[in-house]
C-alpha cells in the first residue's frame, strides 16, 4: 500500500515533579528508579511529505535550519540535523530492509533547547510517530519510547534518561518505574479532577534565558554512580523515595505536601551534582520564595531552562508578575492527557 503523502505528528512536553535522575540506567539498573512527571500544552512537532525526487530534506523551522541530503540507508549523524537523520536511519535499518524513502521533514518545538522540558527526546518521539503511521509500522506506546530511547542514548551516544521518552509517548500523569533488564513499567494515575485543577492553579513556570547543556551534569551524576560517591547516591535516593511520596500526596489532592516533598527534592538533587543551580537560578528561587512560592525547582537536568513552582492558587498571578519584574519570564502551565498521536493531512 502506497504511504499518505503529507503526515504531521506531535508528542508533548512534560514537567518532572519528583525523581528526576533516578531513571539514569547506571543508577535504574543497580537500585531501580521512579518518577511521576506530567506532560503539559507544549509540544514537539513533526511534519512529513514524500518527495518524488529521490533525496531527503530535513528542517528544523524553528531554529532556521535546513540539511538537504541524498536518500541513504545509513546517513552520518555528526553532521546536518543529527536527530533527524539518526531516527531516519533508524527506521529505514530497523523497518524498511534498507529503503531509504524521499522526504521532506520539518520539525518545531514549542520550546527552546535545553529547556529542560524533555523537548529533545519528544521531538525524537514525535519523529518515530510520523514514520510509524506513516508505514504502518507494529509499534506501540512502549515500543515507540524504548525506541526513541535507543536512537537518542544508543545511536546517538547522547547521556540522559528515559523518562522523558516515555512521558511523551504515554502523555498523562504518570509514575513510571526503571527496573533491572531494561524494564520500565508506566503507571498512569488517576487523580481526582479537583486534585489536578487545585495543582494547575498552582504551579508557575518560568524561564530563566538561559538554555543549558545537561550532558555536563549528567556525566558529573553517572561518574558519581559509578564511584559511589555517597553524596550523589545518598541524592537519588531521596529523590526516588521523594517520587513515591509524591504520588501519594497527588493522589489525596495535598498540595501542602508536594510542596514540603518539592523543596526537600531540589535540596537533595542538588546533592547529585555541581551546576545543577546557578546565580540567576538562585536568584529567581529567593525573589519568587520571598513573594509567597511555597517550593520550587529547575526541571530537567539543571544549571538552567524552565523552573517551577507552587504557591496558593490565589497568589499564582501576583508570583508570576513578580518573576517578570525580575526580568523572567513566567506564567501557567496546563496538563495534557494524550501522548504521541500522528495523523494525515486531509483526514
Request: charged share 20%.
Amino acid at each position: 500500500m502506497r504511504p499518505a503523502r503529507q503526515l504531521r505528528a506531535r508528542a508533548p512536553l512534560r514537567l518532572g515533579l519528583a525523581g528526576g535522575g533516578t531513571d539514569l540506567p547506571h543508577y535504574s539498573q543497580r537500585h531501580g528508579g521512579a518518577v511521576l512527571n506530567a506532560t503539559i500544552d507544549r509540544y514537539a512537532y513533526a511534519h512529513l511529505t514524500f518527495l518524488d525526487a529521490g533525496g531527503a530534506r530535513f528542517r528544523a523551522s524553528d531554529l532556521g535550519l535546513v540539511d538537504e541530503t541524498p536518500a541513504a540507508p545509513d546517513l552520518p549523524t555528526d553532521q546536518g540535523l543529527s536527530l533527524h537523520r539518526a531516527v531516519y536511519n533508524r527506521i529505514v535499518r530497523q523497518f524498511l530492509d534498507g529503503r531509504a524513502p524521499s522526504v521532506d521533514v520539518s520539525t518545531t518545538v514549542d520550546a527552546p533547547p535545553g529547556s529542560g522540558l524533555g523537548s529533545s527526546s519528544a521531538l525524537v518521539v514525535a519523529l518515530v510517530e510520523a514514520y510509524r503511521v506513516a508505514f504502518n509500522l507494529p509499534l506501540g506506546r512502549y515500543d515507540v519510547a524504548q525506541l526513541a530511547y535507543q536512537i537518542e542514548r544508543g545511536d546517538l551516544g547522547l547521556a540522559g534518561g528515559k523518562q522523558d521518552q516515555y512521558a511523551a509517548a504515554f502523555g498523562g500523569i504518570n509514575f513510571i518505574e526503571f527496573l533491572a533488564d531494561d524494564r520500565v513499567i508506566v503507571n498512569p494515575l488517576r487523580v481526582s479532577r479537583s486534585a489536578l485543577n487545585e495543582l494547575e492553579a498552582a504551579l508557575v513556570i518560568c524561564f530563566t534565558g538561559q538554555s543549558r547543556r545537561s550532558d555536563t551534569i549528567i556525566g558529573e551524576q553517572l561518574e558519581g554512580i559509578e564511584r559511589n560517591t555517597a553524596s550523589t547516591i545518598d541524592g537519588l535516593h531521596q529523590l526516588k523515595a521523594d517520587a513515591i511520596e509524591m504520588k501519594t500526596a497527588l493522589l489525596g489532592g495535598d498540595l501542602r505536601g508536594m510542596a514540603a516533598i518539592l523543596d526537600r527534592s531540589w535540596r537533595a538533587k542538588q546533592q547529585t551534582a555541581a551546576g545543577i543551580s546557578s546565580p540567576l537560578i538562585e536568584t529567581v528561587y529567593k525573589t519568587a520564595m520571598e513573594r509567597g512560592a511555597w517550593a520550587g525547582k529547575v526541571s530537567g537536568a539543571g544549571g538552567g531552562g524552565f523552573m517551577m513552582f507552587v504557591t496558593d492558587p490565589e497568589n499564582r498571578y501576583r508570583l508570576a508578575e513578580a518573576i517578570r519584574a525580575a526580568g523572567v519570564e513566567a506564567g501557567p502551565v496546563h496538563f495534557t492527557d494524550m501522548g504521541a498521536e500522528a495523523w494525515t493531512v486531509g483526514h
